[in-house]
Every structure is written in structure tokens, then in C-alpha cells.
């Protein structure tokens, strides 16, 4: 199941109301960065609103690594920057469970926020290499890619009973 009509309109208003549509793909990217910057990380918006994992519509000022790939991917679909939605399992050689984007502004750049990302990428055979701020290497492994069904089939998943024992099960050890 694609993503809700809700969520889909409420990005799709951001992206109108910002005259994105009408900018340079480079200029679009830019501004997404920018607004996804805006909001703080954390879960405690999460939590008090009692799900794992919440669209962008239900997102007031913080989010977490998950919440804002699904975010950024929404906003560069609705912008036309044609974005694919990678999920890793491993950064840097640790355990991670972490979401981000590429984006097309006439060549693939990684886009992520959250590391403060954005520019060329290596892909290789499960691993992507690009260059985080300040110019250091980050490696992501443990590549998965991701279309709308399955980040949908996740968002649900991951909000189901089962979903958050077994991520906080998967934390904990």
C-alpha cells in the first residue's frame, strides 16, 4: 500500500506553498535540506503520542533518523528529484537501524540531513561510501532498498505491538 493520501498532501502543500516545483533541482535540494534541518532528533514526540513511527503530517518538531528518510524521500518525490530510499543496518561498523535518501539534481547525490550529508556517493554490493560534514568518509553497509510499499509495510510494522517489542528487544542487548 503507497503512502497515506494524508501524508501525501500535506508534503505535497509544503512543496507548493515553497514554490519548489518552479526552482532549480539543486535549489529544491538545497531548501528540503534546509527545512529538514529545522527539526530537532529525539523520540519524545513519538512516545507521547504513543506510535514508533509517524508520517510527516504527524510530525510537529522532532523526529527520528527513520521519520525524517520517509520525510525527506516524500518532499524530494513531491519535488520531482526522483529520490530512492535506502534503509542500512550497519554505519561505521555498528549496529544501526537507519533511513536515508538519494536524490537526482542532474547526477545521484546522497541526501541525509540528520549527518548533515549531501553530495556524491560510492554504491557498491550492499555498501554506500560518501562524505559526511567536515569532509570525513562514512561508509553505510547492510544496504537495503526501499520502494513505498515497503516503507509503508514498516511504518506499520513497526507501530504494531509486536513491532515495537521486537525493535526494542533488537536495542537492548
Known amino acids: 500500500m503507497p503512502f497515506s493520501r494524508e501524508a501525501v498532501d500535506y508534503v505535497g502543500g509544503i512543496v507548493e506553498s515553497a514554490g519548489l516545483r518552479d526552482m532549480a533541482p539543486s ?33 510537529e518538531h522532532q523526529m527520528t533518523c527513520g521519520e525524517l528518510g520517509v520525510y525527506a524521500y ?21 549496529p544501526t537501524d537507519h533511513l536515508s535518501i538519494d536524490i537526482d539534481v542532474g547526477r545521484r547525490e546522497f541526501f541525509d540531513p540528520l549527518w548533515s550529508t549531501r553530495g556524491p556517493a560510492r554504491y557498491g554490493i550492499g555498501k554506500v561510501r560518501t562524505r559526511g560534514d567536515y569532509g570525513r568518509a562514512l561508509t553505510f553497509k547492510g544496504v537495503e532498498l526501499m520502494d513505498e510499499d ?21 536495542r537492548q542487548k
Open 27 to 59: 535549489e529544491r535540494a538545497n531548501w528540503i535540506f534546509s527545512y529538514l534541518k529545522g527539526f530537532d532528533y529525539g523520540v519524545r514526540e513519538a512516545v507521547l503520542s504513543r506510535t514508533r513511527f509517524r508520517y510527516p503530517h504527524q510530525i
Open 74 to 94: 516524500m518532499l524530494a518525490q513531491s519535488a520531482g528529484l526522483n529520490p530512492q530510499l535506502f534503509r542500512f543496518t550497519d554505519f561505521q561498523g555498528m
Open 150 to 170: 515497503d516503507v509503508d509495510d514498516f511504518i506499520r510494522y513497526l507501530n504494531s505491538d509486536d513491532g515495537i517489542l521486537d525493535y526494542l528487544s533488537s
